[in-house]
């Protein structure tokens, strides 16, 4: 497996984050956070809500996963940005 990411991979990231629905997202599962309904990942909130996204299908831990990927990657890709900055200041 390629461990290191090209300009262009980031940018990809970057985009799909970027066209997703606005954050945060966060993950309602039935059971374990309400009584009654189906699972779903609660996009944005107050004037900023949008569509919930509605699971099937998925474990708790992928679900979980997929309402944290919102903030993560786009924080993911900034601290490799930062980092590659910081590199290249000591070349």
Known sequence: ???SLSELELQEMETRAAAAQPGPW???VEGRDFD???N????GSGAERG???EISGATVADQDFMAAARKDIPRLV???RRLRALLNQTK
């Open 1 to 3: 497996m390629k461990t």
């Open 26 to 28: 966060k993950s309602w």
């Open 36 to 38: 009654g309904g189906s």
């Open 40 to 43: 779903f990942i609660q996009a």
């Open 51 to 53: 569509e919930d996204i």
């Open 78 to 80: 900034a601290e490799v």
